[in-house]
């Protein structure tokens, strides 16, 4: 992949803002001041929720956080960051522009720093903060009909443009990794770009399968590299060796541990266009002893509640948290599990309550947050709100923190036929519960009225440490 050296001496992002050549390949931008707007945060069902919640998004768009294992409030824990989406339902359509947002907390008030066409309904404009910093902004736009990242800088509001895509930030702020983020949607919708202008992703051939892989853009000398490519993972693919190399792969989540020593990938593979078959490997942080930690077989056991999904490091970067259905151990239902990057000392961890959702553990290893899917039926209440569930490791307690509507809508489906057929994912909307600054706060997403908006829960009163 070209570094970018070749590009024009100027460059027009998604908001028709002219950029000029700042070091080699990168490229800045001033960005407009754009108007600060101050309004009340709503405080969701008072007294009726075992943590207080409030409502953090005005009610003048579609709002949503990142993800679940990314912080969107800033260093200093004052500013948040979220994605205005310019629609919901329907399909995200190539050239549709959405909004990077910075809420104060304390002034209640919220501004646009930054307009991007890189967006779907389920990581918006996968925004993410500097570590360290309450003052740069990390996201994607589409510059010449390429996916790559842009830093904002919102105080000086400017920002500078990067040669390669982002899907996730290193911790010590030196480079971001991501897949090819134009074809991501062959697997699932939501979670890169909208799909090119004929209207739909274009699936990767047997030749960028010796080409393609995790790529890596060092933020200093804007030099883009393959940091691990698909033949690595072909080749430590293990008893799904023999499938995978009759299949065409795809990478999906791809996150760094913040020891900044590791990076979880996840992998796809698909068989005329169709499937995920997926399976998991990690590696260090410099792309080198890939290995595969949880094979196919392990990963695709079925439950009521779905398959295995949404592996996420544990604080320590040591181990893996996800939900799986461990039938080799017994098991016939989904469970929340870990084990090691590389794939030793499998454990459940809880006994008492099944897997669903999102889960994410705290900074001590003592508390889970999850949320869940309307089909895990086994914790989902009867009018269907979706419960942001709180469990006590030590004690295998759970906390039903509060449940919250998410249905925009689709009338209970975040799929229907007709969403299905064009692709996308409008329809869709998970809480993806994420810890705030010391474990004292949480935000997820919701929809009471029909509009994705983003809540803050205050657990002060309820965890202890």
Not at 34 to 62: H, M, N, S, W
Request: proline share 6%; net charge positive; with cysteine.
């Amino acid at each position: 992949m070209k570094t970018g050296t070749g590009r024009r001496a100027f460059i027009k992002t998604s908001a028709g803002l002219l950029g000029c050549a700042w070091l080699p390949g990168i490229f800045r931008l001033e960005l407009p001041r754009y108007e600060e707007k101050q309004y009340a945060f709503k405080t969701y069902r008072p007294g009726k929720t075992l943590a207080p919640v409030q409502c953090i998004t005005p009610d003048d768009g579609f709002y949503l956080h990142t993800f679940y294992n990314k912080s969107p409030w800033s260093a200093s824990g004052r500013y948040f960051a979220v994605t205005r989406l310019p629609y919901q339902k329907g399909k995200a359509l190539w050239g549709d522009v959405a909004d990077v947002c910075v809420i104060d907390l304390e002034r209640r008030s919220i501004r646009t720093v930054y307009r991007t066409k890189a967006w779907g309904f389920q990581l918006g404009a996968n925004v993410q903060w500097q570590y360290g910093s309450d003052h740069y902004l990390y996201t994607n736009d589409v510059v010449d009909g390429k996916v790559v990242c842009v830093r904002v800088d919102v105080r000086d509001q400017a920002a500078v443009v990067y040669a390669g895509a982002k899907y996730d930030l290193a911790p010590d702020n030196r480079s971001v990794i991501s897949p090819q983020l134009l074809n991501m949607n062959m697997t699932q919708y939501g979670y890169s770009v909208p799909d090119p202008p004929a209207g739909s992703p274009i699936p990767f051939t047997r030749k960028d399968m010796l080409q393609e892989g995790l790529w890596k853009t060092d933020l200093a000398s804007n030099r883009v590299s393959l940091l691990a490519p698909f033949t690595s993972f072909l080749e430590r693919s293990g008893e799904d060796h023999a499938f995978y190399s009759q299949a065409i792969l795809y990478l999906f989540h791809s996150q760094f541990n913040r020891q900044n020593t590791r990076i979880l990938q996840v992998l796809r593979a698909q068989v005329n266009n169709k499937g995920r078959n997926a399976s998991l490997f990690s590696m260090n942080a410099d792309g080198t002893q890939l290995t595969q930690c949880l094979g196919m077989e392990k990963w695709n056991q079925k439950a009521p509640g779905g398959s295995g999904n949404h592996p996420n490091w544990h604080p320590d970067g040591e181990h893996v948290v996800m939900n799986c259905v461990p039938t080799w151990l017994g098991y016939k239902d989904m469970r929340f599990c870990q084990f090691r990057y590389d794939g030793s000392g499998f454990t459940i961890l809880s006994e008492r309550h099944t897997g669903s959702g999102h889960p994410s553990i705290d900074d001590t290893g003592r508390y889970l947050l999850a949320d869940a899917y309307p089909k895990q039926t086994y914790i989902v209440s009867a009018n269907g709100e979706i419960p942001i569930r709180l469990i006590n490791l030590r004690n295998d307690e759970e906390q039903i923190l509060c449940t919250i509507a998410n249905d925009v809508g689709g009338k209970g489906k975040q799929y229907t036929a007709a969403n299905q057929l064009e692709g996308g994912s409008g329809y869709k909307l998970d809480p993806h519960p994420v810890w705030g600054p010391g474990g004292k706060s949480i935000a997820f997403n919701g929809a009471p009225e029909g509009r994705r908006q983003v809540y803050i829960a205050d657990l002060k009163h309820v965890v202890s440490f």
